[in-house]
């Protein structure tokens, strides 16, 4: 089955850029996600890639897919504090069930 | 608008009740789930559901219960709660996947339960 695998803590300083690493085993997999999570809160939609894409931009969002090497990565620009939360990369399976990493803390120093 | 429920958002409890976590959703959505999320982040699949009288054990085993008697509700339940189950329980909820749109689960706040 899928296998999902994150880094698990980032430290970044405002204003510079943040760059999340994932990396999934499924190949099949047809959508690949970014869900964010603040404290005491559920996952929140951040953004999504089709396994078709290489790349996709949402404001300070970017995402870059290899799907050669099944990696996936999150930039985010100009982080701000804000920004400090779990991220949790996600590949979904053909049962339509999300498999999850096992999120990147990150942390933004003002 | 995503509009998914649970309740309670906090709940402590001693050992041996029984309890029930409630999750409802607005948008009509046929699939259902509950994730169990460590206090290390990551999350576990518990239960789905993929429609009314529809239910399926997730990846982690868990001594919880789920049904699914309404599209709009699915409560978990644990008969007896133990320490071990102190976790924060997250339900979320999907369409099903059609060319063209997006297949997204919606998440609720969670439910953060502790066994005393």
């Known amino acids: 089955g899928e296998d999902v695998e994150q880094s698990l803590f980032l430290s970044v300083r405002e204003g510079d850029s943040s760059v999340i690493n994932c990396t999934y085993t499924?190949?099949?997999?047809?959508?690949l996600y970014w869900y964010k999570q603040e404290p005491g809160a559920g996952l929140q939609l951040l953004t999504y890639?089709?396994?078709?894409?290489d790349m996709k931009q949402d404001q300070r969002l970017t995402v870059l897919l290899n799907k050669k090497d099944k990696h996936l990565s999150l930039r985010i620009a100009d982080t701000q504090t804000g920004d400090s939360a779990i991220y949790f990369c996600a590949a979904m399976d053909s049962s339509y069930k999300l498999i999850f990493g096992s999120g990147t803390r990150l942390l933004v120093r003002p | 608008e995503a509009d998914i429920y649970q309740t309670p958002r906090y709940l402590v409890i001693g050992t041996g009740k029984k309890i029930t976590l409630e999750c409802s959703q607005t948008?009509?959505?046929?699939?259902m789930y509950w994730y169990q999320q460590d206090p290390g982040m990551e999350l576990h699949l518990i239960h789905y559901s993929y429609g009314v009288n529809s239910t399926e054990k997730g990846d982690l085993s868990s001594e919880s219960t789920v049904s699914r008697i309404r599209t709009e509700h699915f409560p978990l339940t644990l008969e007896s709660a133990r320490p071990s189950h102190t976790s924060q329980y997250l339900c979320?909820?999907?369409?099903?996947?059609?060319?063209?749109?997006?297949?997204?689960?919606?998440f609720g706040p969670g439910t953060r339960l502790t066994v005393l």
């Open positions: 948008m009509g959505h046929d699939k």
């Open positions: 499924d190949s099949s997999s047809t959508y």
């Open positions: 979320a909820s999907s369409t099903g996947q059609a060319v063209g749109r997006l297949y997204e689960q919606f």
């Open positions: 890639i089709f396994s078709n894409m």
